[in-house]
């Protein structure tokens, strides 16, 4: 890998460590991806983003790219695979990182397609030093300074990107390749704490819209879900008449987007993956028959998303019986809880 000369600054600061990478085909809600777990480059085996004695400088990682490492991967089994890159310990270099995940669209032979323009206002509005991640398809940012505060900042958005910031117990992995015009690592103090808050609040708004759903669609209310044979109409009209969420169901189909039509596509979905038994074509049919269809909906990229979206974590849920409903509950707060997330009570 090639050092850009706008991060020169830290080539011999002992801030680097390599990393492998494994496919793991359940990442991206099962559309598979890359983990990129952390090497040490004196011993060629397991790395760390919080032990400094596992760190090195650029030029001693860069030297151990190709060659064959060994991990404990998920503290299953020994890996070995080349070492294919470095990485920067962020909170060791005093950097806050700021991740776009999937705010670049290539074609089939890698040529850019796409890009998010919501993510790109924002990377033209930090001007810190910015490259295109290691898949081509997602942009990193490095900024000194710290996140304004501890709690998790990370959104997924309803085009598919997702963003977040990190700024300790993390490491990037560097391509080398800035944007074109891109300067030196900048401190942005104001900058990340108007995105900080950014995120956090559409955060907040996409749990108080999951809650809403949730509400509608949990046991209760008037009238059964889908029955075998029973048609479009009949369901739609069952749908209409349900106590708890009638209403904004059919505001929904008819075409009521709240000024954001992305979130009310992704809202008619989380309904219809309910009363369709999490049945991903009839959804689509259905979805189709309302007001909210557009040409959008013809994107497969954007449709088969927001239908993952709504079916994320529901293939099982529904058939649960009460006890294995409340286990399931607990179990998710749990691992929220240790991941530092808090969606509030529902």
Not at 194 to 210: E, G, H, P, S
Not at 274 to 298: C, G, H, I, V
Not at 323 to 346: D, F, L, M, N, V
Request: net charge neutral; proline share 3%; aromatic share 10%.
């Amino acid at each position: 890998m090639q050092l850009p000369e706008q991060l020169e600054e830290l080539r011999d600061q002992k801030v680097w460590l390599n990393y492998v990478t494994i496919y793991n085909e359940r990442k991206h809600g099962g559309a598979g991806g890359y983990d990129k777990p952390p090497v040490n480059p004196y011993t060629l085996r397991d790395g760390s983003s919080t032990d400094s004695s596992r760190w090195a400088t650029f030029d001693e990682c860069n030297d151990q790219i190709g060659k064959s490492a060994t991990i404990y991967y998920k503290n299953k089994e020994h890996v070995t695979s080349p070492v294919a890159g470095v990485g920067l310990v962020l909170e060791a270099a005093g950097i806050l990182g700021i991740d776009f995940d999937s705010v670049i669209r290539l074609d089939s032979d890698g040529k850019v397609i796409g890009i998010a323009k919501e993510a790109q206002k924002i990377w033209q509005y930090v001007n810190s030093y910015t490259e295109v991640s290691i898949s081509g398809t997602g942009v990193h940012i490095l900024v000194y300074g710290k996140k304004p505060s501890s709690e998790v900042c990370r959104v997924e958005n309803d085009d598919g990107t997702e963003y977040e910031i990190y700024d300790s117990g993390r490491y990037f992995t560097l391509s080398g390749k800035p944007l074109t015009g891109c300067g030196k690592i900048e401190r942005r103090d104001d900058e990340v704490r108007k995105l900080y808050d950014f995120i956090l609040d559409r955060r907040q708004k996409q749990a108080a819209a999951r809650s809403s759903v949730a509400s509608c669609t949990s046991s209760g209310g008037n009238g059964e879900r889908i029955v075998p044979d029973e048609d479009d109409r009949a369901l739609w009209e069952k749908m209409f008449n349900n106590t708890r969420c009638g209403s904004q169901i059919r505001a929904l189909y008819d075409g009521d987007t709240g000024g954001d039509h992305s979130r009310a596509d992704l809202a008619l979905c989380n309904h219809l993956a309910y009363w369709t038994n999490n049945d991903p074509e009839r959804m689509d049919r259905m979805f189709r028959q309302s007001a909210l269809m557009r040409k959008k909906w013809e994107r497969p990229d954007y449709r088969e998303h927001t239908i993952g979206l709504a079916l994320k974590g529901k293939s099982t849920y529904h058939d649960f019986t009460p006890e294995q409903k409340k286990a399931y509950a607990q179990k998710k707060e749990q691992e929220e809880r240790k991941r530092g997330i808090s969606y509030g009570k529902h």
